[in-house]
């Protein structure tokens, strides 16, 4: 009787799982996989780590990008300040399409430094992800970085 209530049960799950998944929208995600991004930067501005809040060009270099993506090519990261919060845009143009990650920075209370994909282009169209910034060398020189977190992709 109990080897009979196990394979009742698991031909439950199945059916119940075919019927969620044939249920799910279009643009359904694939599963999050672990993405790490190295940058190598030259900064830009009068007091490099402070000069430019206007959203302007505040460092350029090269970054790669490794684990369930392999890319890379040339960095632009653009800065703006609000208050005690600075908020970088790294744009990376890599073979396969450009990505735009956002990164928020806690002047004050430090802590750690979230980013998330804001857009993509060619093969990155459908990316999202977020993380952390793990290594923020901004008076290394060249200035470094590291970027650590997952991402998914919309089924086309």
Not at 89 to 108: E, P, Q, S, W
Not at 134 to 144: E, H, I, L, R
Request: hydrophobic share 40%.
């Amino acid at each position: 009787m109990r080897k009979r209530n196990t394979v009742l049960s698991l031909a439950a799950a199945a059916t119940v799982a075919a019927l969620i998944s044939s249920c799910a929208p279009a643009g359904q995600y694939v599963a999050h996989s672990n993405l790490t991004v190295q940058c190598t930067e030259t900064l830009v501005g009068q007091n490099v780590a402070f000069g430019v809040t206007d959203g302007g060009v505040s460092g350029t270099g090269h970054c790669a990008i490794t684990g369930v993506l392999h890319d890379s090519g040339p960095v632009t990261d653009y800065r703006t300040q609000d208050g005690e919060t600075a908020f970088i845009r790294r744009v990376i143009a890599g073979a396969k399409g450009a990505i735009t990650f956002v990164i928020t920075i806690h002047l004050v209370s430090g802590g750690g430094e979230p980013w998330t994909i804001t857009s993509g282009t060619k093969t990155y169209t459908k990316l999202h992800g977020r993380g952390f910034e793990v290594v923020d060398n901004y008076q290394g020189s060249p200035a470094t970085f590291v970027l650590k977190g997952t991402v998914s992709q919309a089924r086309a």
